[in-house]
């Protein structure tokens, strides 16, 4: 599966960013999906899981009440609703995917197969 993410830009402190990641290929409602982020210097951070049927996911604390993950496999498409955003939510943000039919959280990087090449978002105070 071959993975794109957009949605990216540059928005004001408190403000909402809702990010896309639109898959090509087949299976991709049978794969679980995950979002990170990565600032330079640092390594990527999880952020959001959702597992291949959409009813479970799991959140890092940094962003659990503030970031919402979401798919439609009619669509193909996974989502990160980013609301009430701080300048420390700046960083480039990965889709990835992984062939796991479980619905415990993956939350390490190694866990992912495919990655999407990231959208910049940038918060200003």
């Known amino acids: 599966v071959q993975l794109q993410a957009s949605g990216g830009g540059l928005v004001q402190a408190g403000g909402s960013l809702r990010l896309s990641c639109a898959a090509s290929?087949?299976?991709?409602?049978?794969?679980?999906l995950g979002w990170f982020r990565q600032v330079p210097g640092k390594e990527r951070e999880f952020l959001a899981f959702?597992?291949?049927?959409?009813?479970?996911?799991a959140y890092a604390d940094s962003v659990k009440g503030r970031f919402t993950i979401s798919r439609d496999n009619g669509k193909n498409t996974l989502y990160l609703q980013m609301n009430s955003l701080k300048p420390e939510d700046t960083a480039v943000y990965y889709c990835a995917a992984d062939d796991y039919y479980g619905y415990g959280a993956r939350r390490s990087p190694l866990d992912y197969q495919y990655w999407g090449q990231g959208t910049l978002v940038t918060v200003s105070s």
């Open positions: 959702i597992n291949w049927s959409g009813d479970s996911t």
């Open positions: 290929g087949r299976r991709f409602g049978t794969k679980a």
